[in-house]
C-alpha cells in the first residue's frame, strides 16, 4: 500500500495505524523517499478510496475527511436558512471536528450522529413534533447518539439538567437535579451544592434542613472567625506614683525635684534605690 502513494517505511510514531481523525482512520503511515515528509494513509468514514494525508494536516485538525464533511456543508440543500440548519451543522462539528471546543464532550466520548442524518435533509425532517423557537435539542440518552428516538426538545433549564456534569439528588423515592430541588425547596442551589460537596451532608439532610436566617448565619460566621482565639493578657497596671511628706505636704519626686531645684534622677536615686530619709535626700 505505500508503495502505491509512493511512500516508504517510517519509525515516526507521531501518528500510528488505528489513530482516528474526524471521519478518517489510519491504516498505515510512511515518508518521501529523501525528505522528512510523512503521510499517513487513511480511510473515511464514508467509504471512499483511501488517501495518503500529511501528519501535520491531521494533528492540526485542517484535514478531518475525505471531502465529504466540506461537501456536506457546502452543498446546495436549500436548507441553509432553515431554522435547523445549524443545529445539524452544529451537531456535526460537535461529533466529528476535533478542532471544535465541544468534541472532547461529544465525539471526544464516542458519541455519533446516525448516517441517516448526515444529510441535512434527513435530519430536518426526522425531527420530533413540538418544536418552538426557544427549545433546544436534547438527547434523552446522554451517553447515546443522535438518532431518531433519542432526540426530544426541551428548554435550556432542561438540557442543563441532562448533563452529565448536573448533580443529581434521591429523596423520598424521587431522583432530581440540584436546581429541580432547590425550586422545589426554596433552598439556594448553592446552599444545597455547600451541604453535599463541602459539608458533606446526606441528600435527605441536606433537602429537609431549613436555611439559616440572615441572623444565624451572621452569628455562624462571627463565631468561625473567632474560634480558638485567645484575648491577649491586660496589661498590667501601673502602680500609683509614691509620695513623700514634706512640710505636711505629699510630694511625688517631680514635685520635690522643681521645689529643691535637685533632679529628679538624683532625687530618685536617693529616695528609691538607697532608702534616705526626705530630709536627708533635699538637703544639697
Known sequence: MLQRFGLIPTK??????????GRLRVVATGQIPGTYRYKAICE????????AVRFDSLKSGGISSCGCLRLEKTSTHHMSKSAHYHRWRHMMDRCYMESCPAYPNYGGRGIKVCPEWHDVANFIGGLPDGYKPWLEIDRIDNDGDYEPGNVRWANRSQNADNRRSARALTYDGRTQSLKRWSEETGINAGTLWERISILGWDDAKALTTAPLTSHERMAKAHETRWAGHINKAAPTPRPPLKRFPVDGVMLTIKELSVRTDITEKLLRKRLIERGWPVERAIKQ
Open 12 to 21: 515516526s510514531r507521531a501518528v500510528l495505524p488505528g489513530d482516528v481523525f
Open 44 to 51: 473515511c468514514e464514508c467509504g471512499s478510496e483511501a488517501k
